[in-house]
């Protein structure tokens, strides 16, 4: 049920619904795409947070710390997926605090403002950087993923302080960048020392509160083989003859695969919200020449977990083993397995259901006329160093994620508009909030 002063703010909304989009637009005009190895050398980052810097004053935001993270300063434990070599240069993170007026339970709402590239630009019918308006839709790169989430949870906190209401509880806006390569920037706002009683990630969630999001590993494989004429005739390989490297990656392919479809129903792999593990081959490089028998392939894979594992590589080398124990080349010549530093991984997080954060988001959903229910991420968001680092009970509520990443990504006006409003409604039952003394 919304109460008056809850109706106050959702008519507000509804009055001025307009106000989402145009933020949404002005932050889309922005070319923040993540970078892949090469440092970012533009200003689009920096234009974009000096933008914000401004929007969050004027929503009485104070001690707005704009900064650059150094990702070889920042502090690396097992499962925290530091990467000490990515340049975070001209990306810079943001995080201000909107000051309650005292008593009131805390909250983070963080959003990253990086965007994948764009993909194949002949694909695109819409211009990915105007925030075009069809069909009741707006379109352009980061509509959900995730600048419409930011403007929701700016203009929620614009129309609560316009309806004449203060916070009780001290709000921190996180806006961080990089979160598509290496989430390193909202573990830097962690690492900072940043937090709150909850924390609320706007990420494309379909209106579901997300709550569990797998860990992931990443890892290469090197097989070997033995070099040769291809065209000669070869003897045995316990003769010194040729072996394919190629043919001896398709086993450990076959592997991959095996370990994959076995953990789809092995039940600690079973999971309510998310899928269960995998382990898929996702770069593979080998031979050397047209006519010569390769002597090496790397196969690099992607690994992902549910919550309850935090570390792969037992079952991995097991897997691996057995794969080499069916073959005398391999296992007098096993492949190698580098599975990076534990300090790469990512662990898997996850809150529970009875969170009091959890609760209050599924109320607000169903007081804007959404049926309330949880998800799970395949993928992961920084809810992980909310939740591993910060130990912060951290939830996901975003748009329809369908379009994410793809050619013509849109989000709804609808979706924002009633995004906005369960995120108003959120914030005002976490924090409480009183007649604001000036209204
Ligand atoms: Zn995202």
Known sequence: MVDERERRVMDLIDTNHREIIDLLRELL???????????????????????????LTNLGFEEI???????????????SGVNKNRDLRNMPILVGRLPGAGGGRSLILNGHYDVVPLGLLEAWTRDPFAGEIADGKIYGR????????????LKALDFIARAGFTLDGDILAQIVPDEEASCMGTLAACQRGYTADAAIIPE????????????????????????????????????????????KAMRVLEGMAEATEEWRTQPDKQHPLVPPDHIIPTVIRGGEWAVTIPEQVEIEFDCMFVPGTNDKRAEIVEKLDAVCANDPWLRENPPELDLGD???????????????????????LADVGIQPALMGFGSLTDCVHL????????????????????????????QLIDLTKTLALSIMRWSGVRESASA
Not at 65 to 79: F, I, N, R, S, T
Not at 224 to 234: I, K, M, N, S, T
């Open 29 to 55: 005009a922005f070319k923040t795409i993540t970078p892949g190895d090469q440092p970012v050398e533009h200003d689009e980052f920096i234009r974009h947070q000096a933008f914000l810097k401004q929007t």
């Open 65 to 79: 710390d704009v900064w650059e993270a150094d990702a070889a300063k920042l502090g690396a434990e097992p499962g």
């Open 142 to 153: 980061g509509t959900n993923d995730m600048k419409g989430g930011i403007a929701a949870m």
């Open 204 to 247: 494309p969630t379909n209106m579901r509160v997300g709550t569990a999001v797998r860990g992931s590993m990443g890892g290469k494989l090197t097989v070997f083989g033995r070099a040769g004429h291809a065209e000669q005739p070869q003897p045995h390989w316990t003769e010194g003859g040729a072996v394919n490297a190629i043919s």
């Open 342 to 364: 534990p300090e790469g991984w990512i662990y898997p997080a996850e809150v529970g259901e009875d969170e009091p954060i959890v609760q209050t988001a599924l109320q607000s």
């Open 387 to 414: 939740i591993n680092y910060s130990e912060i009970p951290t939830i996901n509520l975003g748009p329809d994620i369908e379009s994410a990443h793809s050619a013509d990504e849109f989000a709804t006006v609808e």
